[in-house]
């Protein structure tokens, strides 16, 4: 499961309580200075795909430890959420990292909270 925001990717397995790992959503390049957000707007498609490609491949490789070939994604999402965005993120998934399924789901932010 994928969850993002402006500010932090969450991430881990169904079933388990909480998620594997919180983390910035931005990448660090060693040419530039300033860390670079990854959910961003303003970006053409092949610069935002090169900036998911290698976010996502460093969720999957260095926080999940998984083969996403082996691993059906769920992804939840702001209804807010840019259309640019959310197909690059899924052509990222697919194209890329050749998961086996994705499923969409779409969160006002309301609703994301765990009602007890």
Known sequence: MISFST???RCGFAGETGP???IPSEIKKPDIAKPIKVVQCN???EELYSYLKEFIHMLYFRH???NPRDRRVVIIESVLCPTH???TLTRVLFKHFEVRGCM???LTSHCSRQIQ
Do not use: A, G, Y
Request: proline fraction near 0%; charged fraction near 20%; include cysteine.
């Open 85 to 87: 965005f959310r197909d």
């Open 7 to 9: 500010f932090s990717f």
């Open 64 to 66: 999940l430890l998984v």
């Open 104 to 106: 969409k789901i779409q």
């Open 43 to 45: 970006i053409n498609t």
């Open 20 to 22: 594997r790992c919180i």
